[in-house]
């Protein structure tokens, strides 16, 4: 996982609390990618962003905003946190061979 | 999108070769066969991907079906830190190539 970092962690948040996701990289790619894994599932693609100031909707944006200010950092937002986004999040990062890197995960709990 | 279907999970002896099959019978021209690996409680790690032609990497090798409707990744001696769930993908080579995970293979080794 190095080259993608996470943070945090982990964390439990309130229903209709609210909280951001970071993630930075330092391997110079454009592309970079939000992921959710739910327990005994794959990964699926929340938001995309091809390169700077660019976001595109995945597969299950609902309930989350993304910021893509600057080369290095892609940030996920929940507004309004509910127990169904009690997942794994992945941040990830485009390779020049269109492989991709993840970071290590932040762990949430809704209650 | 096209997909994959893989054995829910398979075993291996230490030091012995491992054989992890992936059909894909509806792969296009365009869709690369990428091969991921996820750790427990880690985030996914790229493993290897090819488009025909076979592909050999330090981790693995990547044997291709001539009609491509098959792949199979294979390590050549299985350690037990090879202990993980191997994900097959079909990443289409145009707009965003995301990654679209399926519930891969758990490989468990035996000492």
């Known amino acids: 996982n190095a080259g993608v970092t996470q943070t945090p962690k982990f964390q439990v948040l309130k229903t209709g609390q609210s909280m951001t996701l970071q993630c930075a990289q330092d391997m110079n790619h454009n592309s970079m990618y939000w992921y959710r894994q739910d327990p005994g599932m794959g990964l699926r693609l929340i938001y995309y962003?091809?390169?700077?100031?660019?976001?595109d909707k995945g597969e299950v944006p609902n309930g989350y905003n993304v910021s893509r200010l600057n080369k290095r950092e892609f940030s996920l937002r929940l507004e309004s946190a509910a127990p169904s986004q009690t997942s794994v999040y992945f941040c990830?990062?485009?390779?020049?061979?269109?492989?991709?890197?993840f970071g290590p995960g932040t762990r949430l709990t809704v209650t | 999108d096209a997909k994959t279907t893989q054995p829910n999970s398979m075993e291996s002896n230490e030091e012995e070769p491992v054989h992890l099959p992936c059909n894909h019978s509806?792969?296009?021209?365009?869709?690369?066969i990428h091969w991921y690996r996820q750790l427990p409680s880690q985030g996914p790690e790229y493993v290897i991907h090819?488009?025909?032609s076979n592909v050999n990497n330090r981790m693995a090798s990547l044997a291709i079906a001539e009609d491509r409707k098959s792949s199979t990744l294979i390590l050549h001696r299985a350690t037990l830190r090879d202990a993980a769930v191997y994900y097959c993908i079909l990443r289409r080579d145009t707009g965003r190539r995301a990654l679209t995970f399926g519930s891969g293979t758990r490989l468990q080794v035996q000492p």
């Open positions: 090819g488009l025909t």
């Open positions: 509806t792969i296009s021209g365009t869709d690369y």
């Open positions: 962003s091809a390169s700077e100031g660019t976001t």
């Open positions: 990830a990062i485009r390779g020049q061979s269109y492989e991709q890197y």
